[in-house]
């Protein structure tokens, strides 16, 4: 039993981790899912809770082909203890996913095997520019699965991003 392992904020989750996620799904029997800073929301950089993130990430996922596990992971302040806390939240895992610099890093330190994806139009495709398009009023559905849409209406979203981004 092969298991990878992929973690973000998922801030929203976008077609970007979908287009990773399908990727990772052809070469590994089981894939894990961390749903990183899960402790944080309703801050601008951080808008909806692990919750609602499991639920954008378990809905999109719905019809994928692979068994998957979707874990929220709260922050450590210790780097050097992380991927033991990561593995202690999760079931076992051969190989991490990722091309964020410092997670390639703590997993490489810990002797995991680590295979770093392709980033697919990383301009279009990111949780800030999501984010800057929800506070600016333009076009962002394009850039999610159909599945977060319907997520992000049911909790109001965007009205909740643009209303915590106001000032008092
Ligand atoms: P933010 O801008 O809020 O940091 P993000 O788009 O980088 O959001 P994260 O939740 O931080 O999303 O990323 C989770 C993982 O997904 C990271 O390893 C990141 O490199 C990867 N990722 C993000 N965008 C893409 C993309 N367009 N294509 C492939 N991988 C991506
Ligand atoms: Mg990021």
Known sequence: MKRGFYIGRFQPYHNGHQSVLEHIAKHVDEIIIGVGSAQLSHNVANPFTSGERVLMITRALSSLDCPFYVIPIEDIQRNALWVA???????????????????????????????????????????????????????????????????????EGTARLCQIARDD
């Open 85 to 155: 806390h990561v593995r202690s939240m999760t079931p076992p895992f051969d190989t991490c996913y990722s091309s964020n610099p410092l997670v390639v890093q703590l997993f490489k330190e810990s002797g995991v095997d680590v295979q770093s994806p392709a980033m697919y139009e990383r301009e279009l495709l990111s949780g800030t520019e999501i984010r800057r398009r929800m506070l600016a009023g333009e076009p962002w559905k394009e850039l999610v699965p159909r599945a977060v849409v319907q997520v992000l209406d049911e909790i």
